[in-house]
């Protein structure tokens, strides 16, 4: 038992290199053949946050930009003329009119608001009156002694 090996049969397949995800340039030195890795760019956290971010907002920025080219209106194919709907007046008269309905209706306004702030005055004196249960309810509502039951 000395020279046999315990433990059952030795693998080899784990103790090899895997290179599937290696990559490396085989060159020859002088007659000998040198495997040498590739070196990859290594960058920092940093950058490749920063890198994200930016492509975040160019996504962003597209999406934007793609729903307001789906919101812009068809382009009208028949225009209608300048002179197509006459005019009986301009900006200055339409003015004019709308400043002389106010006039017109001045006076009913004022009667209105007159009316309001006598309404307001009224309930204010009637919310700030003293009132007697006593006399206000009846004689019934409150017993002999003068106390509610």
């Not at 309930?123 to 006399?135: A, K, M, P, W």
């Amino acid at each position: 038992m000395a020279g046999q090996m315990k433990g059952g049969k030795r693998k080899r397949h784990t103790k090899k290199p895997d290179l599937s995800k290696v990559k490396f340039k085989v060159t020859k030195k002088r007659g000998r053949t040198v495997v040498t890795p590739e070196e990859e760019l290594i960058r920092t956290k940093a950058d490749i946050e920063a890198e994200i971010k930016k492509l975040k907002e160019a996504k962003k920025e597209a999406t934007q930009t793609k729903a307001r080219k789906k919101k812009t209106p068809e382009p009208i194919k028949d225009r209608k003329a300048l002179d197509y709907d006459p005019v009986d007046a301009g900006m200055r008269k339409d003015a004019e009119e709308k400043v002389a309905k106010q006039d017109a209706t001045r006076a009913e306004r004022e009667a209105r608001r007159a009316k309001r702030a006598a309404a307001k005055e009224v309930r204010v004196r009637r919310g700030n009156e003293e009132v007697s249960f006593q006399d206000l309810l009846s004689g019934d509502f409150f017993g002999a002694d003068g106390i509610a039951p």
